[in-house]
């Protein structure tokens, strides 16, 4: 198995300058669970005061996240962001990145978020399980364990060290998704051929 690289490279980091944003990014789609992951913020907001969930993304779902969030009274701590082209700015300022997919395969956009040093919560499916370690870049949660995944955010909301330390882990795990690493190993794929 020889997974997808990550198709950027970033060594300019700071990762003690970031905001207090919660950046998730995909497809507005059911599978991503984007109003499962609003309203989860939700029921957390009080333990997290001064951070905002920020996603970037299109897709049919856009209005019906938008309801919800003017619903739950979230317009000035969630932000929808639509598609966004240079999605660089948003990475760099980030400490958080989640993802509530119910199902993934390998998703660049976590691969992208760990290049950028960002600790990871999401919950468990193919995607998160191969690339998340628990306790090292980020938490993974049983599909439907929401409280868990309540949890993993607020610890790392509320624990700048450990938010720190897991992002610089995440960003030594990007390495292994690096085209040079990943070409390496087709190499040797192709010459035992």
Not at 42 to 62: C, F, H, R, S, V
Not at 72 to 98: C, H, Q, W
Not at 154 to 162: F, P, Q, V
């Amino acid at each position: 198995f020889i997974p997808n690289p990550v198709n950027i490279c970033i060594d300019d980091l700071n990762l003690k300058e970031r905001k207090k944003i919660i950046l998730s990014v995909g497809r507005l789609d059911e599978i991503k669970r984007f109003d499962l992951l609003i309203r989860l913020f939700n029921d957390i907001k009080d333990d997290i005061k001064n951070w905002n969930l920020e996603i970037a993304g299109n897709g049919d779902e856009y209005d019906y996240l938008k309801k919800i969030i003017v619903d739950l009274k979230l317009s000035d701590r969630v932000k929808l962001l639509g598609e966004i082209k240079n999605i660089d700015p948003l990475y760099r300022k980030a400490s958080i990145f989640t993802l509530a997919s119910k199902f993934e395969g390998m998703p660049m956009v976590i691969l992208e978020a760990i290049e950028y040093g960002l600790p990871v919560v999401g919950f468990r499916n193919d995607g998160t399980d191969f690339i998340i370690k628990k306790n090292y870049n980020g938490y993974k949660s049983n599909l439907n364990d929401f409280n868990d995944f309540k949890k993993n955010l607020i610890e790392l909301a509320n624990n700048k060290n450990k938010r720190e330390l897991y992002g610089r882990n995440a960003k030594i795990s990007s390495k292994k998704y690096h085209k040079i690493t990943l070409l390496k190993k087709w190499e040797d794929l192709i010459a035992i051929m």
